[in-house]
């Protein structure tokens, strides 16, 4: 489960202020040192029970002057601050089962009941109201390659607990699994988040817990939607782009996209069954086995 971090400090910071240590020392949760200085000042932020108070009503008293807002805002995600290529803090609101959001949107809308892991590492503290429980899990992201339905023999179950007023923890990449329950009532939390180039290419998995399997990859990114539109689109350029992908990018997932592009223009059945049927050989084990599952689901 996530790393309980014990840090008493009853000092309180600014946002401002945060960053700005941030900023000089950066954010490294595989470094000790920097780890605790970031929990630290995380931890003073969280002691200022007005401040997110007081942005959210600046924003809302100011919201038709369009030069104001340099934030990025959604339903659930307060973006507080961006730090480009290295951390971003946030606050995440999270409403409780009976809250006309959730009755509304359905759980899912806010990652409930939907168990994964993250590609990034991040640390939490509980800043309002009582917190969201999870049922926490581990595994051992090494051992698998992130077909849909591939067994993670790994995966155990920890124990099922609750982000509390003032809990300070830290979710490991691709180690730490929670399937997230309800607050008992409308709650907040603040994160620090790293922010790295690598983890775009890294996998972000929701897993099955009754079959203990991936169900999906949670982590696509921008440049296999791009490639799936240029091959769409059916320049000569993007489709020879997308068949030296399919073959030889170090991403399996990127070369996964390609093949789905080219399947997608694919003439007909016996067509797409002979592109699946080649893609199995491309020589990754997530590629070969979705090509395996697609061309099962052919009708020829």
């Known amino acids: 489960m996530p790393r309980v971090i ?7 910071a600014s946002l401002a202020e945060c960053v700005d240590a941030l900023s000089v020392k950066g954010f490294d949760p595989g470094e000790e040192d920097s780890l605790l200085h970031a929990a630290g000042w995380l931890r003073r932020l969280g002691n200022d029970d007005a401040f997110l108070g007081d942005i959210l009503i ?3 008293a100011h919201r038709h002057r369009e030069d104001v ?3 990025v805002y959604g339903p659930q995600v307060v ?3 961006l730090r480009g290529g290295e ?4 606050a995440n609101i999270w409403p409780a089962a009976e809250d006309h959001l959730v009755r509304a949107s359905g759980g899912p ?8 892991d993250h590609n990034f590492s991040f640390l939490t503290l509980g800043y309002f109201g009582p917190g969201y429980w999870s049922d926490y899990y581990e595994f051992d992201y090494g051992e698998v390659a992130g077909y849909r339905g591939e067994p993670v023999p790994s995966l155990r179950f920890v124990e099922r607990s609750r982000l509390e007023p003032g809990k ?6 691709h180690v730490d699994v929670h399937s997230q329950l309800p607050a008992d009532a409308l709650s907040v939390s603040l994160n620090i988040v790293q922010s790295t180039a690598a983890q775009h290419w890294l996998d972000q998995y929701r897993f099955d817990l009754d079959q203990r399997s991936i169900a999906a990859i949670l982590s696509p990114g921008p440049s296999e939607a791009f490639l799936k539109i ?3 689109l059916g320049s000569d350029e993007a489709l020879d782009l997308a068949h030296r992908f399919a073959r030889r990018h170090p991403s399996d997932r990127m070369r996964l996209a390609a093949w789905e592009a080219l399947a997608a223009r694919a003439g007909d059945v016996a067509d797409r069954d002979a592109l699946w049927r080649d893609a199995e050989q491309s020589g990754s084990r997530l590629v070969t086995m979705e090509a395996k599952a697609r061309r099962a689901k052919l009708v020829l």
């Open 109 to 116: 809308s806010f990652v409930l009941g939907t168990p994964h």
């Open 230 to 232: 240029a091959v769409g």
């Open 168 to 173: 300070l923890m830290l979710y490991r990449a």
């Open 79 to 81: 973006m507080l601050a």
């Open 87 to 90: 951390f971003f803090v946030r």
């Open 69 to 71: 807002l340099d934030n």
């Open 6 to 12: 014990e840090l008493e400090d009853s000092r309180t």
């Open 58 to 60: 600046e924003e809302l």
